[in-house]
């Protein structure tokens, strides 16, 4: 079984501002992997960034990045230079075992 | 590339109807699909697992008979919810995956209103 934990309900940063979504997961699985999504107002899902739990490297997509910290089953996404266009929901979900489980998510808002 | 579609967008049933969604891909072939349940301000729920040409595979909670899922070709699974009642109201999101493979790829969901 998986379990994805979003402790931040809320989170809101300065436009150009750097900002840090908390993520912890747990899963029995060996191979698994790591995500986390973008919802914004129009629902649709977007993949943000991605990562291989057999990976050491912090994986890092343009203005986004992750810390993701194995033993401690932490997966945190930074946000850098930040954008009117980041406000959305943002979801952190884990893949194991044929299923891919969400967090509660976190709603970021970005004040200009 | 990798792109879901769903339809309808919205719908509104009448209590006691049923309605149909269909959830599409595009431009590759999908032998799984997931369809995910969300409520307002909350998470996505993974209701059901469908593999092409096999039965669906429903998460625990999830009533197979009210819920009835079919993935008859490679890039159509459909949703059907029978005997809707209010308490189905809900937006519902389904994905597709190429192979056995981590990565899914979302539709844009569609809203269902029971009145």
């Known amino acids: 079984a998986q379990t994805v934990t979003q402790s931040q309900p809320e989170m809101s940063v300065q436009e150009a501002e750097t900002v840090t979504l908390s993520c912890t997961y747990d899963?029995?699985?060996?191979?698994?992997?790591l995500f986390w999504y973008k919802q914004p107002p129009s629902r649709q899902m977007i993949l943000v960034i991605r990562q291989e739990a057999y990976k050491q490297q912090n994986a890092t997509e343009n203005r986004f990045s992750v810390n993701f910290q194995k033993a401690a089953k932490s997966f945190s996404l930074k946000i850098s230079d930040s954008q009117l266009g980041d406000a959305a929901m943002y979801f952190c979900?884990?893949?194991?075992?044929?299923?891919?489980?969400f967090g509660t998510g976190t709603r970021l808002t970005i004040i200009p | 590339g990798a792109v879901v579609s769903q339809h309808p967008s919205r719908v509104i049933c009448k209590s006691g109807t049923s309605v149909k969604i269909e959830c599409r891909s595009l431009d590759f072939q999908a032998t799984t699909m997931f369809w995910y349940r969300q409520f307002p301000k909350q998470s996505l729920m993974l209701m059901a697992t469908?593999?092409?040409?096999?039965?669906?595979?429903?998460e625990q909670g999830v009533e197979k008979d009210k819920f009835l899922i079919n993935h008859a070709s490679l890039t159509l699974s459909t949703l059907t919810v029978t005997s809707a009642h209010p308490e189905d109201s809900s937006f519902y999101i389904c994905?597709?995956?190429?192979?056995?493979?981590?990565?899914?790829?979302f539709g844009p969901g569609t809203r269902l209103t029971v009145t």
């Open positions: 899963t029995s699985e060996s191979d698994y992997y």
């Open positions: 979900a884990s893949f194991g075992n044929e299923k891919l489980t």
């Open positions: 994905s597709a995956r190429v192979g056995t493979g981590f990565m899914q790829y």
């Open positions: 469908s593999n092409e040409g096999s039965k669906a595979t429903y």
